[in-house]
């Protein structure tokens, strides 16, 4: 999908704006974009003052992430199925940026234990977009999660917060690691 352009939800001014009133002054955090497709919402992380980092399991993702970003911001081929990616220091993370991404995992709850308990420093948050589906397309469509899979993301967390974009069929949850 990556090299024909299409995007099922892309990136819209109206999700950009709402993550931009949940996470103000995040300048100078460290961030990773996980599942970061062609890395637009890298860049917007990074434009924001973020030390970013996206993660892919995609080379022709990457590959066009790369040269879309005008300047050398990490990107790394890693599937995020088969565990933490290299070089990813314990506890160090202050914001997981994770659009579209979980549900289309082998083992979501898998990553998603890992990105708490390893990926993210105390108080860190996780940043979750994935499209709204009925039980139907959730049997018979890889991608998108059900109002029964989407209750359950906060489970183990210390604080969730949960909201819809109105532009598209799109369901934003924050999850915040415990503080200690």
Same mark, same amino acid.
């Given at each position: ?66 040269? =879309?970003?005008?300047?050398? &911001? ?6 995020? /199925? #088969?565990? +933490?990616? @290299?070089?990813?220091? =314990?506890?160090?993370?202050? &914001? ?6 979980? /549900? #289309?995992? +082998?083992? @979501?709850?898998?990553?998603l234990y890992r990105v708490r308990?390893n990926w993210l420093r105390a108080?860190?948050? #996780? ?29 183990g967390w210390a604080h969730a ?20």
């Amino acid at each position: 999908m990556a090299t024909s352009g299409v995007y099922l939800h892309p990136l819209a001014a109206e999700e950009l704006r709402l993550f931009e009133q949940r996470f103000p002054g995040h300048r100078g955090k460290k961030a990773v974009d996980a599942g970061c497709g062609t890395g637009d919402f890298t860049r917007y992380l990074y434009a924001s003052g973020m030390d970013v980092t996206g993660i892919d399991w995609s080379p022709s993702s990457i590959t066009l992430a790369r040269q =879309a970003t005008p300047c050398p &911001l990490p990107y790394v081929i890693h599937d995020l /199925s #088969l565990g +933490d990616p @290299p070089g990813l220091i =314990a506890r160090s993370v202050d &914001l997981v940026v994770c659009r579209q991404t979980v /549900s #289309l995992l +082998d083992d @979501p709850d898998a990553f998603l234990y890992r990105v708490r308990t390893n990926w993210l420093r105390a108080g860190g948050q #996780l940043y979750l977009s994935e499209v709204r589906a009925t039980d139907h397309e959730a049997r018979t469509l890889r991608g998108g999660m059900t109002e029964q899979h989407l209750a359950r993301l906060g489970d183990g967390w210390a604080h969730a917060t949960r909201y819809d974009l109105t532009s598209q069929r799109v369901a934003c949850v924050i999850l915040r690691s415990p503080a200690s």
